[in-house]
């Protein structure tokens, strides 16, 4: 899962402050999706995106939190006016085709919100 | 709704000590069921897909298995780097590839 690029590693926001997260996927793959990990929880779906197109967005906070995928340069997580209960792991992971194929993570970027 | 549940929470082990841990999942139509590892302040590390009952597949001390509601990762005389948390995740037909995660099983083999 090393292919899969994730910046960066920790980052530590205020609140009422933006986070800017980042993936680049691996070399070859086009659908990514983006994961949180709370502590003692399981992973949880947030979206799934491809180049320039939200695909499923099902699991994602219906405000402060958006995503893109552009079609040069990697795919960003936003979270406006974090708030305490946004500190978590996030994980994107990335796959060559659409469904029935693993999914290959990155090492997450862990948000603390003070 | 699809859910993952895996047992036990936390399995501790001694070295060479074979065992069992179990998903039991719900889903419409079972596109496939996935295995992922764990180390602390990593990413899940892709283990296994599996994608129909009956189905098995192995990797040097592991295997898992599929039935129509569960699945199985067995462990065959573990050492201590088997020490992880093990994860089990289910993509449901036609669900845009998303993955359902459990809440996964804490792994701890004693040399």
């Known amino acids: 899962n090393a292919g899969v690029m994730q910046n960066p590693r920790h980052l530590v926001r205020r609140r009422g402050q933006e986070a800017r997260l980042r993936c680049s996927p691996m070399?070859?793959?086009?659908?990514v999706y983006w994961y949180r990990q709370l502590p003692e929880e399981g992973l949880k779906f947030m979206v799934y995106l491809q180049k320039e197109n939200i695909i499923d967005e099902s699991g994602m906070p219906k405000e402060r939190f958006s995503a893109e995928f552009p079609k040069e340069g990697p795919s960003i997580l936003r979270i406006q006016q974090v708030v305490r209960g946004d500190s978590a792991a996030y994980f994107c992971?990335?796959?060559?085709?659409?469904?029935?194929?693993?999914?290959?993570f990155g090492q997450g970027t862990r948000l603390t919100v003070v | 709704e699809d859910q993952v549940t895996q047992s036990p929470e936390a399995l501790r082990l001694q070295e060479g000590e074979s065992s069992s841990l179990n998903c039991s999942y719900t889903v419409s139509g079972l596109r496939g069921l996935f295995w992922y590892r764990q180390d602390p302040g990593k990413g899940p590390e892709f283990l296994f897909t599996l994608y129909s009952a009956g189905e098995e597949k192995e990797k040097e001390r592991l295997k898992a298995t599929l039935t129509k509601k569960e699945s199985f990762l067995h462990i065959t005389a573990p050492k201590p780097e088997d020490s992880a948390t093990y994860l089990c995740?289910?993509?449901?037909?036609?669900?845009?590839?998303?993955?359902?995660f459990g809440k996964g099983i804490t792994l701890s083999v004693r040399p």
């Open positions: 992971a990335s796959s060559p085709l659409d469904g029935g194929t693993e999914a290959f």
């Open positions: 995740a289910v993509q449901a037909d036609g669900a845009n590839s998303k993955l359902t």
């Open positions: 070399k070859g793959h086009s659908h």
